[in-house]
């Protein structure tokens, strides 16, 4: 049986660095990375550890900056009063040892710090650094271009603004970070790792190195973009994790998927399927002046391989877009894609096996009653359930109370709610802060509550079921524009047409979601601003693309 810990002097710098795209890996609260460490320091002593994560921070650094234009030989760190700063201290160290000019700045505020702190103060000293003591009235750093500035300062305890010395060094390091490379080590200073905000002032960092695990905090919210380019090292406790993931007693665990997992969890398609094989979709919603969100829903799933779609549209009287066409009298015409269908509501519940309800929905009586219809229809569909059909959902108790029994009844069918932070907040009877204060609880609510898979959109959108959650590591600012939700709608319905388990087809219609404005083929950056049929138009890309990757995995492609 391998050892819980291999690390041992002699291999402090042989690390382990993965990204979450490279790997699929647990995501952590702060406390269950407390009681890791505490389960660890039984194993193995605590100093060792942090030599381990500061000395392979520091090795990560120099083999970065070699590499840069900028190059420069000046280090600033900056080390707080707790065991990251003695982090901090220790890059410090091997950072001199390695030829830099380093200057060590601590703000201790007056404290003492834990052993391994002090030690880690006597390691820098040992390797040729003295230790400025920073005071209020002392002048900042000067950074100069291409300085690297390592950020030791708060860590993961932060839970509150940053204040004093502290606030005024990182708004100094923010203010530079144009000319300069910062490292953040184990979190940026100001950031809440529990839940991606940061309440005050926050470092901007390029790169974050995470210790033991990653953080939840730094694939959420403010935290994905604070935390830059994201590197996690277990610190060679990856048994010690793996054996106590699986206990109840550290609570549930959140994972990360990695790009391969999310590829085996791709819709397949082979040379004798037909369009009967790849479901048949009925999309709902379309009151007046709302019929843009449900062809846009319709076509994400045309793109994204569904065999046949057919809308009904509360009022189809409302076209006057630009792509949509009415051919004189009802149903309209798409003229982009004439493959979508028109029907009304209990011929397109007949010809259906998946039904996403809401996008342009709206509330009234009408919207009510195609919701009712939906969920007294006799068969059993897939559903896919969005928007105003979720606001629906949270004011109407009769309504709610016909969902669960639909949900008894069909037990065997999938059900996703798509939810973003205020509709979240309606169906929980809870505020938007509430939420986003601790979105795994909330998430782990609805799923329990509706008794199916449900996506809480955002910054590292979450996906659960009762039994299980996943954050999402893809995506960028470009999803954030009108109709983008529509379109993950239709995407999930497509992947649940196409014969993927509910769970599985939400999470990686997120995944493909959040691909489709990074970075693809030939492209060095990704969307930073884009509109919702395009999104759609790049998920068709990214999926076939992943699709030829699976086949070529598969040996169906030579």
């Known amino acids: 049986m391998p050892e819980l810990i291999d690390l041992h002097p002699e291999n402090l710098g042989h690390a382990n660095w993965q990204q979450v795209d490279q790997k699929s890996m647990p995501v952590l609260s702060v406390t269950q990375i407390r009681a890791l460490e505490q389960t660890a320091f039984a194993h193995i002593d605590s100093f060792l550890l942090m030599q381990a994560a500061g000395v392979r921070s520091a090795l990560k650094i120099v083999d970065q900056i070699i590499h840069s234009e900028t190059h420069s030989t000046r280090c600033v760190v900056l080390a707080g009063p707790g065991n990251n700063g003695g982090d901090a201290c220790i890059v410090a160290g091997e950072l001199k040892r390695k030829g830099l000019q380093v200057d060590l700045l601590q703000v201790t505020e007056g404290k003492q710090g834990s052993k391994d702190r002090m030690q880690a ?46 606030e005024r060094l990182i708004q100094h390091v923010n203010a530079h970070r144009h000319k300069a490379r910062v490292y953040a080590l184990d979190c940026p200073s100001g950031l809440n790792c529990n839940t991606g905000h940061a309440a005050g002032a926050a470092i901007h960092a390029h790169t974050t190195f995470s210790y033991l695990a990653c953080k939840q905090g730094l694939l959420s919210e403010q935290g994905k973009g604070l935390c830059g380019e ?40 082979g040379h004798e399927h037909h369009k009967g094989s790849f479901g048949s979709i009925a999309v709902l919603g379309g009151q007046q002046g709302m019929v843009g969100a449900c062809i846009l829903s319709a076509r994400t799933a045309l793109m994204l391989g569904c065999g046949r779609v057919a809308l009904t549209l509360l009022h189809e009287t409302d076209l006057h877009l630009p792509d949509v066409q009415r051919q004189g009298q009802l149903p309209f015409l798409d003229l982009i894609f004439p493959e979508i269908m028109n029907k009304g509501l209990e011929s397109n519940l007949e010809f259906a096996d998946t039904v996403v309800v809401g996008p342009g929905l709206g509330q009234s009586d009408e919207a009510l009653n195609m919701v009712y219809a939906l969920l007294e229809h006799d068969k059993g569909l897939n559903m ?110 497509a992947m649940l047409g196409q014969g993927l388990e509910e769970f599985r087809a939400a999470s990686f219609s997120v995944y493909l979601h959040g691909l489709s404005v990074e970075p693809m083929g030939r492209e060095r950056e990704g969307l930073h601003i884009s509109h919702a049929s395009e999104i759609a138009q790049r998920m068709k890309t990214c999926l076939n693309h992943l699709l030829s990757q699976s086949a070529r995995r598969n040996g169906q492609l030579s």
């Open 121 to 166: 103060v006597l390691w820098a000293l040992a390797h040729g650094i003295q230790p400025i003591e920073l005071e209020p009235d002392m002048p900042l750093p000067e950074i100069a271009l291409g300085t690297v500035i390592v950020d030791g300062l708060l860590g993961i305890a932060c839970d509150r603004p940053p204040q004093g010395l502290i």
């Open 230 to 269: 994201l590197w996690i090292d277990s610190l060679n406790c990856d048994a010690l994790l793996e054996t106590n993931k699986h206990t109840n007693d550290w609570g549930p665990f959140v994972h990360a998927v990695s790009r391969l997992d999310q590829l085996q969890r791709s819709p397949t398609r």
């Open 384 to 493: 896919v359930w969005d928007a105003d059909a979720l606001n629906l959902l949270a004011k109407n108790s009769a309504l709610r109370a016909r969902f669960e029994h639909y949900r008894r009844k069909h037990r065997s069918k999938s059900m996703v709610l798509t939810p973003h932070p205020l509709e979240a907040a309606r169906l929980l009877q809870s505020t938007i802060d509430m939420i986003q204060t601790d979105r795994i609880k909330a998430v782990k609510s609805l799923a329990t509550q509706f008794d199916c898979t449900v996506v809480l959109k955002g910054t590292g959108s979450l996906i659960c079921d009762p039994n299980q959650i996943e954050i999402n590591t893809t995506g960028g600012p470009a999803l954030a524009t009108a109709g983008s939700g529509d379109v993950l709608a239709g995407a999930i319905a």
